[in-house]
């Protein structure tokens, strides 16, 4: 599987020993590498970064490229990419980049502000495409290499979003498309690889020969196969996959296999996976409905069944831990998660039994999740809550999800640069849409004054303190008046195999997260790569 649903490899990094990108022979000798990203059992010749359904993976970071690196794994750390520097003004309302030069798109044409403009003019003419949900005011070409985007609001805290989480696109391209209904089929982007074949079973990238980072990317070719989730276990045992984001519910003997010095996994946590209520429905609106299924759910079993001890129970705040104590409100500091089966069914004596029945949706790939689910119907019909658990296919799951149209579901909140950027996906009211229409985040339609006005705060200073402080008490909403239900950390899928490449993320090197699905970061790794033997 994996879960969609986000620089630069400090340019000190060697070449990786090579100025053709392979190893002591010549490039055609590297091998390709075959990646497991997202269950899919056909692909749509879909590669335009501005979509939120539909787009291949590969499309934002191998091929279009954000104007800075994140690494959610070292939160703080950001790292220059088509843009070189940022520099703040009037209060938080207005950001410019001073941009990396000589950079081209792979048609030949220069990469320069026009494009940076154009990208953000786009989110701003179509706001459905908006995806971090960024007040922009406009956008000011100061030269070729220097842009400036202002907002309607202090957006100090949207830095992520702003460039790290938005590919760039060419002007002298899409200028001539409805980016709305453009699919993108032969894509032109600034990105380590193009695009070389497509069909709904397979599509493949090449090294993009004029990288502006010179040696890379050192894989010559990487080729993305339609696998369903039984086939990818299948592609892990016999070889067939180098790098998959996969859950296996025995890793160690279904992919290890005996074979530790080459068939390694790194499972470091991304974010948070949640049990979304549908705030629109009549039923779920209610706290106490809320409370009561929340006090019926063991967390600890799901962790130890259905995600087989490889997470653990996410803190009721959803606050990352370890590591981000100072977020955590004092008040809640211990909070933990208790099965209370009677208080559950104390809380339920005034609604009515009748309209106690949902149905939990799920992405049938993800059989961790169907898992979790199962468990989840389990314990509800506990305290007289029918739930039927239905999966349905990956795509459907996102568009049913996107437009608000289920009663409950399993999602993953991803990670940021700090504990605030999935607390705004998770929370803040723009990112909520009416049902029938995508929303990009906060999927189960949260609205609450008090909320928005603490987000906002953190956005509007760059104080550590008082950033920590507006954390905190989104961290109290979260456990008092349980907007989402917080399950347990997502843990970033990642197995791989050293006997083609070299130079992925450990845990002694988190340079950026592991997973083949996470977008920019797995274009960080790809570069990073080198062969196998140097």
Not at 231 to 260: M, R
Not at 375 to 400: C, H, N, P, Y
Not at 419 to 432: D, G, I, K, N, V
Request: net charge neutral; glycine share 8%; charged share 20%.
């Amino acid at each position: 599987m994996r879960r969609p649903t986000t620089v630069v490899l400090a340019l000190a990094l060697a070449a990786a020993g090579c100025s053709s990108g392979g190893g002591p022979g010549p490039k055609s000798e590297a091998p390709p590498l075959v990646m497991h990203a997202i269950d899919a059992g056909t692909f749509q010749e879909n590669f335009n970064p501005f979509h939120l359904e539909g787009v291949n993976f590969g499309t934002t970071g191998m091929i279009y490229e954000t104007l800075e690196y994140f690494n959610k794994l070292k939160p703080g750390e950001v790292k220059p990419w088509l843009a070189l520097s940022h520099e703040w003004a009037d209060d938080g309302k207005a950001l410019t980049f001073t941009l990396r030069q000589g950079v081209k798109w792979t048609d030949g044409k220069p990469f320069t502000a026009d494009d940076v403009a154009f990208t953000f003019d786009t989110m701003t003419k179509h706001p459905e495409l908006n995806k971090g949900a960024l007040e922009i005011s406009g956008t000011q070409v100061l030269a070729p290499d220097k842009v400036r985007i202002d907002f309607k609001t202090t957006s100090y805290a949207k830095l992520f979003n702003i460039s790290g989480n938005t590919g760039i696109v060419p002007k002298h391209l899409f200028e001539k498309e409805n980016p709305v209904t453009f699919t993108n089929p032969k894509p032109v982007g600034t990105g380590p690889y193009q695009l070389s074949k497509f069909s709904a079973q397979l599509y493949e990238m090449t090294k993009n020969p004029a990288y502006w980072q010179p040696g890379k990317p050192v894989v010559p070719t990487i080729r993305f196969p339609a696998y369903t989730a039984n086939a990818v276990q299948t592609g892990l045992q016999q070889g067939e996959i180098d790098w998959a984001g996969a859950f296996v519910p025995d890793i160690d003997k279904i992919y290890v296999q005996g074979k530790p010095e080459t068939n390694k996994y790194y499972f470091p946590p991304e974010g948070v996976v949640s049990l979304l209520p549908n705030l629109t429905h009549p039923v779920l609106s209610k706290p106490e409905v809320r409370q009561a299924i929340s006090l019926a759910v063991d967390r600890d079993k799901i962790v130890k069944v259905a995600e087989r001890g490889y997470t653990k129970v996410a803190h009721p705040t959803s606050i990352p831990m370890p590591g981000g104590e100072a977020f955590l409100p004092p008040r809640y500091k211990d909070a933990a998660y208790q099965v209370d089966v009677e208080k559950a069914k104390e809380l339920l004596k005034g609604v009515d039994p009748g309209s106690l029945k949902f149905t939990l949706l799920v992405p049938s790939p993800f059989t961790d999740w169907v898992n979790a689910a199962q468990l989840i119907r389990e314990d509800l019909a506990k305290v007289g809550i029918t739930v039927e658990t239905r999966g349905v296919a990956f795509q459907d799951w996102v568009s049913k999800v996107g437009k608000g149209n289920f009663d409950l579901s399993i999602r993953a909140t991803p990670a940021g640069a700090s504990p605030y950027f999935q607390m705004r996906s998770l929370l803040f009211s723009e990112l909520a849409k009416p049902v029938g229409t995508a929303a990009t985040g906060n999927y189960q339609r949260w609205k609450d004054p008090e909320t928005d006005k603490l987000i906002n705060a953190y956005a509007a200073t760059e104080d550590l303190a008082e950033q920590q402080r507006a954390t905190q008490e989104l961290g109290r909403i979260m456990v008092e008046k349980l907007p989402v239900l917080p399950l347990f950390y997502s843990p970033s899928w990642a197995e791989f195999r050293t006997n083609k490449y070299v130079g992925w993320p450990s845990e002694q090197d988190p340079y950026a997260m592991p997973s083949p699905y996470t977008s920019p970061d797995a274009a960080v790794v790809l570069l990073n790569l080198r062969p196998a033997g140097t």
